[in-house]
């Protein structure tokens, strides 16, 4: 079920959006709508939105299941993700998977997640470097009291002030792990004790 909230039209997914499904974000702006992370539920909508330009979060199968569905309008990506898109191969690459598993979810990500390549889809770094900068000032903040993996996780979303949707991307307990060792390493957090972190 769709919940529309001022401007940001959540598109509600199948299962309530769980795997492989999701939902996906409408925003109307006041020259453009975009649409962010479409999703395998737009494949069998009949009321499929009409979209400026597709924003995905991060690289992963279920973000781009409806990315397809859109071919005529620009795609924009992180441009850590980017390479993603530019052919299975190169999203394969990402996964480093063993060859066995990767060839069976690679017919996965093709046939029934609808990978489609698109090589000159768009980097955004700039403002969202910001954003990044400014979310990873909010996780030092957060650890100032200790935390554990699962709490921190937890915590990790994107809001805009003034909005009344704040956004939160699937962040995977191995990315949090692998950002917060790059914290340790930088003396910027400390594990005070297995699984809890504390800002240095």
Request: glycine residues 6%; proline residues 6%; aromatic residues 6%.
């Amino acid at each position: 079920m769709d919940r529309a909230l001022g401007r940001v039209t959540v598109l509600g997914g199948e299962r309530d959006g769980k795997y492989p499904h999701g939902n996906s974000l409408l925003v109307a702006g006041s020259e453009e709508t975009i649409v962010v992370d479409p999703s395998l539920s737009l494949v069998t909508r009949i009321d499929r939105p009409r979209v400026d330009r597709v924003l995905n979060s991060h690289c992963h199968e279920d973000h781009l299941a409806g990315n397809h569905l859109f071919p005529d309008v620009p795609w924009h990506l992180h441009e850590a993700d980017l390479p993603g898109l530019a052919s299975i191969d190169a999203m394969m690459a990402i996964y480093g998977m063993s060859p066995a598993i990767e060839a069976a979810f690679r017919r996965v990500v093709v046939e029934e997640l609808h990978f489609a390549p698109r090589p000159d889809a768009t980097a955004f770094r700039d403002r969202f470097t910001a954003v990044i900068a400014t979310r990873e000032a909010r996780l030092l903040a957060y650890l100032a009291a200790p935390r554990t993996l699962d709490e921190i996780v937890a915590h990790r979303f994107v809001y805009r002030p003034g909005d009344a949707v704040p956004f939160a991307d699937d962040v995977e307990r191995r990315s949090m792990r692998q950002h917060l060792e790059r914290l340790c390493a930088a003396g910027r957090v400390r594990e005070v004790e297995p699984g809890r972190f504390l800002a240095a």
